[in-house]
């Protein structure tokens, strides 16, 4: 199914007061830093970007969407071919789009979020380098978010990390972020079987706004009001 989005442009306006001040209680705890990513993050978010779909190292992975009847492919090698993806500057996944969170000096976590007016030309680029990178066929898995909102792609903490408010922070900040550039929404899709996840995203002001399909999945739209 369709993402269903109404059409509208991003106001002017700044960061909230109160999504600041939360966010700096949280933020100025010793050892949680967050700064921008770089190329040389992307075999991270790569990783990241697989966990987040649920995929470990034991995994093999299946691209079929849309029609493509593909073979399921090794983990490395589709982690090699989102290597690639996430060092460049103009792809969904790319370090350019993403905030890494540092625990203790520590690279810990990461949350992907971009404009989602540009998703359908990063998706096509997107998805058409990883079939080239792994001979399949070209394939649609879906569209996640349409124009006038900011969509959070990804978000994943290492298990080293968890229990240290990561996830949270990231979220936060991406939720500043997000306002900051003048979205009035901000928009995500969550695993369906993932309750724990939900419950995370509700207390963080996010509603339930539907399903959308994804990789031939079914996922819970979630979304928030901002500015």
């Known amino acids: 199914s369709a993402v269903g989005c109404a059409t509208e442009t991003p106001k002017a306006g700044t960061v909230g007061k109160a999504n600041v001040e939360a966010d700096a ?4 705890k010793p050892h949680v830093e967050i700064r921008r ?3 040389e993050d992307a075999p991270f978010i790569a990783e990241s970007v697989l ?6 190292r034991d995994s093999s992975i299946s691209l079929a969407a849309g029609g493509n009847d593909s073979l399921p492919k090794p983990y490395e090698e589709v982690k090699r071919a989102l290597e690639d993806i996430a060092a460049r500057p103009d792809t969904l996944y790319s370090y350019r789009h ?3 969170a540092t625990y203790g000096g520590e690279v810990a976590g990461v949350i992907v979020g971009y404009d989602g007016a540009a998703y359908r030309e990063m998706a096509e680029l997107t998805f058409g380098l990883i079939a080239g990178k792994l001979g399949t066929a070209p394939f649609n898995p879906g569209e996640e978010t349409c124009g006038g909102e900011y969509y959070l792609d990804s978000l994943h903490v290492s298990p080293d990390f968890r229990g240290h408010s990561i996830g949270t922070v990231l979220m936060r900040n991406e939720l500043d972020i997000a306002e900051a550039l003048g979205f009035r929404k901000v928009s995500l899709i969550v695993d369906k079987e993932k309750p724990w996840l939900h419950r995370l995203y509700a207390r963080l002001g996010f509603e339930e706004a539907g399903e959308t399909v994804f990789f031939g999945e079914k996922y819970l739209r979630m979304i928030q009001e901002i500015g």
């Open 98 to 100: 993403s905030r890494i």
């Open 25 to 28: 209680e949280v933020t100025q």
């Open 37 to 39: 990513a770089y190329p």
């Open 51 to 56: 966990a987040a779909m649920g995929y470990d």
